[in-house]
């Protein structure tokens, strides 16, 4: 209410002051314009280099008593958790999460995959690279949660490749940590704490009466949760590792319990209180600078 900056009203500015307020307000109109220009996929080889990790910059700290904003990206599961973490949030005032998550999108780019023994095609609307960096830029999150699986571990052939392959080819390995790589720096590069969750075992089609799908091959998503343990230690005070794979393994019934994931790969809305109960502590502990 500075008089040579206010109007009398109370309300309005002061011609005057609008020179000192840009002087304010343009420095930081630069810095969240900037772009965030995410990088395009690796060559498919098992000595490709990964990304560098970007020039250290301070994360977002969350106060003790304020509560956090949390975007969800990933895929189909990841889209059930964020929309659980929402009703967690808002029922205890601790977050405000958003769910940007897409349904059949992989974090490794491009090509195409066998699910369920069905041949399809990863639409361009899943290029991350096009989504996340106008994501952070207009929301601005304190927190990112990251959760991809199913789309990591189908049999792949990627852009370039002339047939399928899968996790635990040190190729693709190499392919599959570059991306998620990327997708932690594109993710973290406006300052929020990237929180990166462990996979658990799939049943694809335990809903339909099938079994034994290459999908659902434990060592495939073993080795995956491997190198997303990989990926968050090279990204050391950007990224987190939280093991929901161990939390969901832990549960009364194990993690192939139908009335927690009934299709083999999906929590149930049912389960939704009790996953986000568990979840929604972890990444507050993480967005306080736990």
Known sequence: FDPSLRSGDGVGFLPEAGGVLGEWLLPMLRESQKPVVAPPPPVIAPDTPLPPAPAPRDRRMVGARDSADVLVV??????????????????????????????????????????????????????????????????RPDAVVLSSGVWEVVDRRLVGDDHYRHIGEADIDRYILGEFLSAIDTLGADGAHVIVLTQPHIESGLDKGESGLAESEPERMDRLNELLAEAVALRPGVASLVDMRAWVAGQPGGEMDRSMRSDGIHFQDSFAPTLSAWLGPEIMRIARGG
Not at 85 to 93: H, I, K, M, V
Request: hydrophobic share 40%.
């Open 74 to 139: 990933g895929d189909s599961v990841a889209f059930g958790i964020g929309f659980g973490l929402d009703d967690w949030g808002r029922e205890t005032g601790e977050m405000r999460a958003t769910t940007a998550a897409q349904f059949g999108c992989a974090i490794a780019r491009g090509g195409s995959y066998k699910f369920q023994r069905e041949t399809r095609t990863l639409e361009s609307r899943c290029d991350w690279a096009t989504v996340f960096p106008a994501l952070i830029a207009s929301h």
